[in-house]
């Protein structure tokens, strides 16, 4: 009994010895047994010198009230006391965008975009950018424009609630700081600054919304009256794909509107890149029409019903290539409850998407003969900011409304838009009607020719902007930030493009608002989009500038998805060959017509390859159309005296 008790008691030991000398040998034979262990030369952690800097940079995390933690860069004015905190939420990697360019200076490490960065570093703001939950550098999940919390959003928080519990953490945890924050952004940044107004934290003293993302069905990145804009495909991919955005788009196309020819439909595309397994796409395959999934996140709406308690700075660029339609949009919501006057200004610019944080004396071929950009960062923007940021600033003398005017290339001081201008004139809406034989004119059609006609092909749709056409970005060499002014002789030359001209004017004509489409309209289809440009004819020859000779300058331009005509809640067939009404918005202008030029108006059915085709035959979601879905159509317009079609201008001064 002893003895075999003893046994079992040593074969454990012994096992255990063997298994030792077996790792022992094993390890003898791998290389770092073999050779000796050199020093790494990389320190456990490095702490960089910043002695010369002019700065002080911090990278923290800030808890939110769900624990969640958001990484936040703050950069510091060194020797800062009492200064104000000009804060931007981002999804684009907020080290990225304070880190352009490493410097020991604060200006170089800010150029680039979203950063005022003169005004800024001039006046020396405490400088705080954050990655917005999910993205980068933050915890969290990534929700696309996040909706409020409500029935589209059941969490207990959103981008306000974020936005709140940041800036309660900056203002007592940055000694540096006067208490006073500001929050500014452009696009999906300026999104940010608007949630900000929703239950405002007490801290939060101005807002400054440039270009922002406000109602993506209705006029601003995904469709514009019910059309997609497909190109976004590759920022939906790259955006929600991933939290780095490191999966990249991908094409084999050097032309994009080979690439969307190749894969039909929106819908059929978006399968091919595997675009299934983004929440994001799959919202929007599952909803093509206005419904509440889109009406009830509509950033105007929700500020509509929000009380005015922080003042606001809408910042709006006439040819905004991504974002036309927010800025306006917000400032119609929230100006009548400005009782004051004072709490809501707007700011209109002749730019392209965010320009106004750039050089912006020209846009394409256009001149503006001055830095309008500058301008704006100078004498609007540096003493508004100051006023609220600033202990002891001056009010800022500043027009209820900044509106640079076209044409006559100036700025002008407004009490409100659209119904007012520089000398107390009324805004009147006067119809410019298309008449027979491509005339356009101020005068009732009389009788004549009923209608012009062509065919729309979806196998041939018409080009957006002359091919071969880029993808959507802003890489050098790139030229979609200026698509809207391109040269629309490119389409007035199509026999599927109907161009309407006026005479020659003799006197300037000047529009301050939104042109209104009413045009009468049929197709031989069940479905049609109809796309209407008010277009800005240079004379043949231009003196100061002999390259503008006869340009075909756009002033406002858009689309319309005809399935919507009776309400943008439910798309339903068109009644085949019926002269029908089809009224909508262009984008706001601000513009002269001067004498010597003339207005042209165009009118065709295909916005390629920037809007998804209409098959022009009614089909539930246009997503998901088929290839024999695609048919021609005949479309006419109606121009005869009891079916006049006709733009209302919004004139000033008679």
């Not at 012994?14 to 030792?20: H, I, P, Q, R, W």
């Not at 990655?131 to 909706?147: A, C, F, I, L, Q």
């Not at 190109?231 to 794909?241: D, P």
Request: charged share 20%; hydrophobic share 40%; glycine share 8%.
């Amino acid at each position: 009994m002893h003895s075999s008790r003893l046994a079992a008691g040593l074969w454990p030991a012994l096992f255990a010895l063997l298994f030792t000398l077996s790792g022992a040998l094993q390890a003898a034979d791998t290389p770092q047994a073999k050779y000796p262990n050199y020093p790494s030369e990389t320190p456990a952690k490095f702490v960089p010198a910043t002695a010369d800097h002019d700065y002080v940079s911090r990278d923290v995390m800030i808890p939110m009230r769900d624990g969640v933690k958001l990484h936040t860069i703050i950069l510091i004015p060194k020797g800062a006391q009492h200064a104000g905190i000009l804060l931007t939420r981002t999804p684009y990697d907020a080290k990225a965008l304070t880190t352009h360019t490493m410097s020991g200076h604060l200006g170089p490490m800010l150029q680039g975009y979203d950063n005022a960065t003169d005004v800024i570093v001039e006046d020396g703001y405490i400088r705080v950018v954050q990655d917005v939950r999910g993205k980068y550098g933050s915890e969290g999940d990534y929700v696309m424009n996040r909706p409020v919390h409500g029935p589209l959003n059941p969490t207990p928080v959103d981008d306000a609630t974020d936005t709140w519990d940041t800036i309660d953490w900056l203002v007592k945890n940055i000694p540096e700081s006067n208490g006073k924050v500001g929050t500014l952004g452009i696009s999906y940044d300026g999104f940010e600054p608007l949630m900000a107004l929703i239950n405002p934290h007490p801290a939060l003293k101005v807002s400054v919304p440039m270009n922002p993302m406000v109602d993506g069905w209705m006029g601003d990145d995904w469709f514009h009256n019910g059309a997609f804009r497909q190109q976004n495909l590759s920022y939906i991919y790259e955006q929600t794909a991933s939290r780095d955005n490191g999966i990249k788009w991908w094409t084999n196309y050097h032309d994009e509107y080979d690439l969307f020819m190749h894969y039909g439909s929106a819908g059929a595309l978006a399968h091919a890149y595997g675009m299934e397994q983004l929440g994001f796409w799959n919202k929007m395959l599952a909803h093509p029409a206005y419904d509440s999934f889109w009406s009830e996140q509509a950033v105007d709406k929700l500020l509509a019903a929000q009380p005015l308690k922080v003042p606001v700075m809408l910042v709006h660029s006439l040819w905004d290539q991504e974002d036309s339609y927010g800025a306006l949009a917000v400032y119609r919501a929230i100006k009548p409850k400005d009782s004051s006057g004072s709490m809501v200004k707007l700011v209109m610019g002749p730019w392209h998407h965010g320009q106004e944080i750039d050089e912006g004396s020209s846009l394409g071929a256009i001149h503006f003969g001055s830095d309008t950009a500058q301008y704006f960062r100078e004498h609007i923007l540096r003493p508004y900011l100051a006023q609220y940021l600033k202990d002891g600033a001056p009010k800022a003398d500043l027009a209820a409304v900044s509106a640079f005017q076209t044409g006559t290339n100036q700025w002008q001081r407004l009490d409100r838009w659209p119904l007012a201008c520089a000398d107390g004139c009324p805004t009147k809406s006067r119809a410019l009607y298309l008449e027979a034989d491509n005339k356009l004119g101020f005068s009732a059609p009389a009788a004549g020719a009923d209608y012009d006609e062509y065919v729309s092909d979806p196998a041939h749709p018409v080009p957006f902007r002359a091919r071969p056409i880029q993808p959507v970005g802003y890489d050098p060499g790139q030229t979609w930030s200026q698509w809207l002014v391109d040269d629309q002789r490119e389409a007035s030359g199509r026999t599927d493009v109907l161009s309407y001209v006026s005479d020659v004017l003799t006197t300037p004509l000047k529009i301050s608002g939104a042109p209104e489409v009413n045009l009468i309209a049929s197709t031989s289809g069940s479905d049609s989009d109809w796309v209407v440009k008010l277009i800005d004819v240079y004379p043949d020859q231009v003196a100061e500038q002999p390259e503008m000779g006869g340009y075909q300058l756009a002033v406002a331009m858009d689309i319309f998805r005809g399935r919507y005509r009776e309400g943008f809640a439910e798309g339903k067939p068109i009644a085949a060959n019926q002269p029908l009404p089809y009224r909508f918005d262009l984008p706001a202008a601000n513009h002269v017509f001067l004498p010597g030029h003339r207005i042209m108006v165009q009118v065709q059915s295909s916005w390629f390859p920037l809007y998804d085709r209409n098959p022009q035959t009614f089909v539930p979601n246009i997503f998901l159309a088929k290839p024999t879905d695609y048919v021609k159509a005949t479309q006419r317009v109606y121009h005869a005296p009891a079916q006049a079609s006709f733009i209302a201008l919004p004139v000033v001064g008679g």
